[in-house]
């Protein structure tokens, strides 16, 4: 009974279909691995062997290592005991639940796996894209909730439209069980016929099927060397250029590029569609003295001739840049004497231009440039007047 025993630590933590199948001779469950949709009722039955002297009524039932009630069990003879379970939940482990019987000492006798959970429902949302026309990686969502609580298989098939046998994709990715990679041995210029199906032990389920030639799904890393500048002095201006994708260089496309930038503390990208197959282009209408980030990114199209548009590439890392700071907002200068000559005259004038509105703008929101203008010719004979009477003084 030690190694019974000794297995069933570790059937306790994943359970094996079958892992105590050599126990038969001491005792055996029925049904054995049982699946069940969530919320069915079971009745399972421990028949012991009956050279072991054990009576049926001194056995116990566990589930998950929690001990059942007495009240769910009904000794059916000297050598069989059933439980009763009602109304059972998901299962707790996609390996399944741990039903035990054990003799008066807790010793295991025999154990089932229970399978509690739902059919995989029709896979939905099936992609497909090649980074190098000679590749394929497919991604696709599970249909409805997406869980079944039992291990579910899912399946990427594919075949040549007109010709050519059925095929598995075998490259499935260790983290996610919804993608598969397919590395080579893919015709060109012919379509493909591709689906998933998924199953499980209470059913399956197969998605719509794609159509799609490898030439028209062709995608490819971002641009790089993607580079910021200011364009000389301009305020409200910045240069991007980059680097087409190396991946891409020796084949035969057109590139579409598109440009994303943002502000520093800004969420909201504002997206440029116009970029065309050029590798540089300017950035205008910009705040003079700000931060911003700028993302590129690539869609090769015409690939070999294809007449379809490829797949966006992801965006390339965020570059940042900033506009010159306006003039008008810097302060300082090489020449301060002159510099604060005329800064205290643009003062001065800008102070008595206000108090002037206010006489004679009459409420109005907008001060128009002819009500400037009048202003000017009023400073300036001002001006004269002023000047005559000092010449006069000093006569």
Known sequence: ???????????????????????????????????????????????????????????????????????????????????????????????????????????????????????????????????????????????????????????????????????????????????????????????????????????????DIITLDILDVVTTDPPSGVVVNRVGELEDQLSVRWEAPPALKDFLFQAKYQIRYRLEDSQDWKVMDDVGNQTSCRLAGLRPGTVYFVQVRCNPVGIYGSRKAGIWSEWSHPTAASTPLSERLMGGSCDSKSSGDSNSTLRRELKQFLGWVRKHAYGCSSVSMKLYDQWRVLMQKSHKARNQVLQGDKS
């Open 1 to 207: 009974m030690k190694v019974v025993l000794d297995i069933y630590s570790a059937f306790l933590v994943l359970c094996v279909p079958g892992v105590l199948s050599f126990s038969t001779q001491i005792a055996a469950i029925y049904p054995q691995d049982p699946a069940l949709p969530i919320g069915s009722s079971l009745t399972a039955t421990c028949r012991v062997n009956p050279d072991l002297g054990l009576h049926a009524s001194s056995l116990f039932w566990t589930l998950n290592g929690r001990r059942l009630p007495s009240s769910s069990y009904s000794v059916l003879s000297p050598s069989v005991v059933s439980v009763t379970l009602a109304r059972l939940p998901a299962s707790r482990q996609r390996s399944g639940d741990n039903l035990v019987c054990h003799n008066p000492g807790g010793h295991v006798l025999a154990g089932s796996c229970l399978f509690v959970g739902m059919p995989p429902e029709k896979p939905v949302s099936l992609t497909c894209w090649s980074r190098n026309t000679k590749d394929l990686t497919c991604r696709w969502a599970a249909g409805g909730q997406g869980e079944t609580f039992i291990r579910t298989k899912y399946t990427l098939k594919y075949k040549l439209r007109w010709y050519g046998k059925e095929r598995e994709c075998e490259d499935h990715s260790a983290t996610d069980p919804y993608s598969c990679y397919i590395p080579r041995d893919l015709a060109l210029f012919t379509p493909y016929e591709i689906w998933v199906e998924a199953s499980n032990q209470l059913g399956s389920a197969t998605s």
